[in-house]
């Protein structure tokens, strides 16, 4: 290894298992100091146990403004410092959005939105006080957010919209937090975890050689986006699967008509038309026919 966050100190959510865990891991084994989240404590607990002195558990609801104010703390209180936030915690709850119930569409909502935006805020207003005081950070964010998010996937509204808006703050984030030394980042990954082990079944570890669905694949992008060597990156959104990495493109300003004054209603359908001419197909939402 080499040492690429040796001496930093870095907190992940959602760290008991999955993607979570192998980036607690990845990073610990870079020279970082570890703040292993989740909600199950008893998973954080023996996640943190196994890396060692460098790692601290935390139990905190990363949704709960509290909690995650507790967890930010933690990192200063146990380490001196924080340097990465890598925010990955969350649950599916799937359905199609004609049988998908408030209680489903809330819960996802806060456990992806509010669980990125709390301990982002609360480790945002740390920074902020470093920069202050003249100590610059060279802070990191990395956001979780999903294929799902960026194309949009059937049966899961609530999980493409939660994971849509990871998106966007991370645009907002990375343009509101440079002037602190903060950069903030977001992947897409695709792994085989407790998560999509439904979605993933047909892929099974192989006996030898490449596991390409194994999280550990997503965690080396992660490690390096939270070194001080990603400082000119921000504001992206990475998709990380096996030994792919590859930069999403953005929703960007597309073809355009401009009249100049108001358009009557009866007058757009063949300025739609030629739009959608001039424009790519968008690309697929995932599972659909
Ligand atoms: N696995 C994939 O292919 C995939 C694809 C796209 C996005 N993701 C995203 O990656 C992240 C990690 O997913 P995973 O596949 O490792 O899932 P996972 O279920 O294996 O792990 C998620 C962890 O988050 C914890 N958690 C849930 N709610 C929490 C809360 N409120 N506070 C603290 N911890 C909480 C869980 O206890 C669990 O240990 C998620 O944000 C997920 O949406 C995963």
Same mark, same amino acid.
């Given at each position: 290894?080499? +040492? ?29 100091? $570890?703040?292993?989240? *989740?909600?199950?404590?008893?998973? =954080? ?6 890396? +060692? ?5 935390? @139990? ?6 509290? +909690? ?14 924080? *340097? $990465? ?5 969350? /649950? ?36 902020? !006080?470093? =920069?202050?005081?003249? &100590? ?11 294929? !799902? ?10 999980? @493409? ?5 990871? =998106? ?8 509101? %937090?440079?002037?602190?030394? $903060?950069?903030?980042? !977001? ?12 979605? /993933? ?8 050689? /490449? *596991? ?8 080396? %992008? ?8 990603? =400082?000119? $990156? ?6 990380? #699967? ?9 929703? &960007? ?10 358009? *009557? ?10 739009? %959608? #001419? ?12």
């Amino acid at each position: 290894m080499s +040492g690429l966050c040796q001496g930093r100190v870095v907190v992940v959510t959602g760290a008991g298992r999955g993607i979570g865990r192998a980036h607690a891991r990845a990073f610990a084994a870079e020279g970082a100091s $570890v703040v292993v989240n *989740d909600v199950d404590g008893d998973a =954080a607990a023996e996640v943190a146990e196994a890396v +060692g002195e460098k790692a601290v558990a935390n @139990s905190s609801d990363v949704a709960d403004w509290a +909690g995650a104010k507790e967890l930010i703390d933690t990192a200063i209180e146990h380490f001196g410092r924080l *340097d $990465v936030l890598v925010n990955n915690a969350g /649950f599916l709850r799937d359905r199609m959005l004609v049988n998908l119930g408030e209680d489903e569409w809330d819960a996802v909502v806060r456990v992806h939105l509010k669980g990125h935006f709390a301990p982002l805020r609360h480790a945002a207003d740390h920074w902020r !006080a470093e =920069a202050k005081a003249g &100590r610059t950070p060279q802070a990191r964010v990395i956001n979780t957010s999903s294929g !799902a998010g960026l194309l949009g996937s059937v049966g899961q509204g609530n999980y @493409s919209a939660a994971k849509a808006g990871i =998106a966007g703050l991370t645009v907002v984030a990375a343009a509101e %937090l440079a002037r602190y030394g $903060v950069t903030v980042n !977001a992947i897409a990954p695709a792994a085989r975890t407790r998560m999509t082990e439904g979605v /993933f079944a047909s892929m099974a570890r192989p006996d030898e050689g /490449f *596991d390409a669905m194994a999280p550990e694949n997503v965690s080396p %992008l992660v490690v390096w986006l939270g070194s001080e060597e990603s =400082a000119h $990156v921000t504001g992206r959104v990475f998709e990380v #699967e096996g030994g792919k990495v590859s930069l999403a493109q953005a929703w &960007r300003h597309g073809p355009a008509v401009d009249k100049g004054e108001r358009w *009557d209603p009866a007058e757009l359908g063949p300025v739609v038309k030629e739009l %959608l #001419e001039r424009a790519p197909e968008p690309e697929p939402v995932y599972g659909a026919s």
